[in-house]
């Protein structure tokens, strides 16, 4: 399995990325999406998740409101809109798959950088 992530750069404070994941390598029936992050010196956490319907999505606190995940199932993609970014949004954020518990497939990650 491949999860490729693009979408990453940098913003001021205030603006706006979308984030992309493209799956290949399997069928992804009953396999669900999740962002995680990853600042400097601090460690991984959770971001946002997506059922293989796209009808479940669940957020952390500290994006909720602002963050938007998505999927596109014919594209085997996922998608990670970030508005109203903070310079404390700053991280490698990496796209991961499975299908129960913990993500069975990670990608390289994608460097955020929020400038105030």
């Known amino acids: 399995v491949q999860l490729v992530e693009s979408g990453g750069g940098m913003v001021q404070a205030g603006g706006s990325l979308r984030l992309s994941c493209a799956a290949s390598g399997r069928t992804f029936s009953n396999y669900g999406f999740r962002w995680f992050r990853q600042a400097l010196g601090k460690e991984r956490e959770f971001v946002a998740g997506?059922?293989?319907?796209?009808?479940?999505?669940r957020y952390a606190s500290y994006v909720a409101g602002r963050f938007t995940i998505s999927r596109d199932n014919a594209k085997n993609t996922v998608y990670l809109q970030m508005n109203s970014l903070k310079p404390e949004d700053t991280a490698v954020y990496y796209c991961?798959?499975?299908?129960?518990?913990?993500?069975?497939?990670w990608g390289q990650g994608t460097q955020v950088t929020v400038s105030s």
């Open positions: 991961a798959g499975g299908f129960t518990g913990a993500p069975d497939d």
């Open positions: 997506i059922s293989w319907s796209g009808h479940n999505t």
